[in-house]
């Protein structure tokens, strides 16, 4: 199993010590390392700032917003930091939810898989150049339909260092999963568990049967954010993680459509998941932290002392991962690719 550094969105400003934590993974011989945006920071930025220092780890985001950007901007930005960084650039999309989609970007969320797939397609016809693009979509359309009638089809007029970029999807639900496997290079699970590793692998298992799949399981990257803490107390260990699993039960999505939230309802944990919803949605935050069990964080993350650790790593280098994202300082990581071995 590989090991990559996530960096994950930033706050109220960059993180302090990111520049040297990229280059400690890359010292470390870490895979890859990856950026995320949310509705603050952008993915692309801080990874060419922060990518410039680095010569041979993978560059990814985890994940642009597809809503963000017309795909052909996707593109154009994974062409270019392609040529950047010498051929070493993931693309990560992602669809979001309908509260940032529609309420930040003003832009529609119904039918996303379908969406998905259009965009996909057209971000892969821009990076290959292999003719003015062109598409006739239900969601897009190239030259527009409707406009002036003075749109033609273009052409990028940067050649590409590969003519295919790999594109991973972050997805929770099993439909997205599958779709996954079938149009993508990678999957880019959040909240995943070994104990559903079973459904996971039926999901990833229809999306490869499709007759157009690109993949096949061997040749296929599934990168997971997993919270990794190594520490004497596994009850502290936990505490550092509930409040931000508090925020995306709770928090990211409305009452009605949270997909974190069903993750852990497929979990197991549905009555603790609607009870640390209705406290964060009500404003007591703390009490939905508390409200998380420490079974639910040692389901989906590796803490507590490094022993343990060691003995839990067996169910997750069983499982369909292939690359566990770490997050944390230099210092921190230096830690925990130690205990990983």
Known sequence: MKLGYHLGYWHSGPPEGALEAVKTAEELGFDSAWTAEGYGSDAFTPLAWWGASTKRIKLGTDIVQMSARTP????M??????HLSGGRFVLGLGASGPQVVEGWYGQPYPRPLARTREYVEIVRRVIARDEPVTFDGE????????????????KSTVHPVRREIPIYLAAEGPKNVALSAEICDGWLPLFFSPKNDAFYRAALKEGFARPAARRKPEDFEVAASVPVIVHDDVEAAADLIKPSLALYIGGMGAKTVNFHHDVFA??????????????????????AAAAIPTSLVEDTSLIGPAEKIRDELAR???????TLL???????????ADVLG
């Open 326 to 336: 770490l997050r944390g300082d230099a210092a921190g990581l230096r830690r925990v």
């Open 72 to 75: 052909t901007a996707v593109g």
């Open 139 to 154: 969601f897009y359309q190239l030259p527009l339909s409707g406009g002036t009638g003075l749109g033609k089809p273009l």
């Open 266 to 287: 497929r979990m197991g944990y549905e009555e603790i998941a609607d009870r640390v919803q209705d406290l964060y949605l009500a404003g007591h935050k703390a009490e």
């Open 77 to 82: 930005t994974a062409q270019t930091l392609d």
């Open 316 to 322: 997750w280098e069983e499982s369909v991962i292939t």
